[in-house]
């Protein structure tokens, strides 16, 4: 995909990716999560620290993920993240919506055209 085609993510998407990537990974710190998801989105969203790190603060702020020290791979301290029992509850609702929503919009685009075969 080309550099200038990433996706500007709507409100809320970052929460609900964040919460996957946990539910899917396991504890991860911060660049961890971040470089998963660009991985996942064959780097369609590209996540710098500032969007990344207020994500984690609103999402424990919800009490959705909470977090414990540690240290990460390369021997660094490092504040690992996990879904919590209600952030699992938010992530089924949240799913379950943008499947709603994507069948929706999938019934939208298949509509013709105005002048294309009906």
Request: hydrophobic residues 40%.
């Amino acid at each position: 995909m080309p550099q200038d085609s990433k996706l500007d993510l709507l409100q809320g998407t970052l929460d609900v990716m964040v919460l996957q990537t946990l539910t899917s990974m396991g504890d991860l710190h911060g660049y961890g999560i971040a470089r998963r998801i660009e991985q996942v989105s064959g780097n369609a969203v590209m996540l710098n620290q500032g969007t990344i790190y207020a994500a984690l603060v609103r999402l424990q702020q919800r009490g959705w993920i909470s977090a414990k020290w540690g240290v990460s791979e390369n021997n660094r301290k490092a504040k690992f993240y996990s879904i919590t029992r209600k952030g699992r509850k938010q992530l089924a609702a949240e799913t379950e919506q943008w499947r709603r929503l994507s069948e929706v919009m999938g019934r939208v685009f298949a509509t013709p055209a105005e002048g294309e075969g009906r």
